[in-house]
T-cell receptor
Framework: ETGVTQTPRHLVMGMTNKKSLKCEQH?????MYWYKQSAKKPLELMFV???????ENNSVPSRFSPECPNSSHLFLHLHTLQPEDSALYLC???????????????FGPGTRLTVL | GEDVEQSLFLSVREGDSSVINCTYT??????LYWYKQEPGAGLQLLTY?????DMKQDQRLTVLLNKKDKHLSLRIADTQTGDSAIYFC??????????????FGRGTQLTVWP
């Protein structure tokens, strides 16, 4: 596998379910990101991890819980979601956040989440 | 602020040039980017420009930056049906906790007709 991979690609869940999204990067990067992409809205940055430490949480509801066990893996644990949480969830990685302001982020294909 | 605005749709005929426009509000941006998202895929960096430049050319792509008007454009010459995708404008700043953070526009859906 190369680049950034995400599993599952599609997920349908009920509001009472617990599920997890997984992201893995094979690029040797140290920064990883979760974004939410929904129709008619700009791409929303949810969480940032740099060297496994969470450096940003942009007012994301607690029903979304990220986990970064190492620089190559990032999870997003989902619990009691709402229908409005249905969206494409994108993971990205980059070299790291301290290497200057140029920041090429490499994106995975996303998980299409539908909350019923 | 970090508002990045783009028109939502653009349609062109194959072989014509496409111009996708973007405006931003924060004059302290350091880099400006164009990302491309094909159907069913994540975003991919297409090109970028450093804020002290006003033009960058890369094969069929030309990026123009007007810092005075805070306007960025992407011109695709000889547009092909394979260029149909969503194009995102983004910017980064070199300050404090926002170091390296990308601020995206909503994306422009480019449709190329044969």
């Amino acid at each position: 596998e190369t680049g950034v991979t995400q599993t599952p690609r599609h997920l349908v869940m009920g509001m009472t379910n617990k599920k997890s999204l997984k992201c893995e990067q094979h690029l040797g990067h140290n920064a990883m990101y979760w974004y939410k992409q929904s129709a008619k809205k700009p791409l929303e940055l949810m969480f940032v991890y740099n060297f496994k430490e969470q450096t940003e949480n942009n007012s994301v509801p607690s029903r979304f819980s990220p986990e970064c066990p190492n620089s190559s893996h990032l999870f997003l644990h989902l619990h009691t979601l709402q229908p409005e949480d249905s969206a494409l969830y994108l993971c990205a990685s980059s070299q790291d956040r301290s290497s200057g302001s140029f920041n090429e982020q490499f994106f995975g294909p996303g998980t299409r989440l539908t909350v019923l | 602020g970090e508002d990045v605005e783009q028109s939502l749709f653009l349609s062109v005929r194959e072989g014509d040039s496409s111009v996708i426009n973007c405006t931003y509000t924060d004059s302290s941006s350091t880099y400006l980017y164009w990302y491309k998202q094909e159907p069913g895929a994540g975003l991919q960096l297409l090109t970028y420009i450093f804020s002290n430049m006003d033009m960058k050319q890369d094969q069929r792509l030309t990026v123009l930056l007007n810092k005075k008007d805070k306007h960025l454009s992407l011109r695709i010459a000889d547009t092909q049906t394979g260029d149909s995708a969503i194009y995102f404008c983004a910017e980064t700043f070199d300050r404090g906790s926002t170091l390296g953070r990308l601020y995206f526009g909503r994306g422009t859906q480019l449709t190329v007709w044969p």
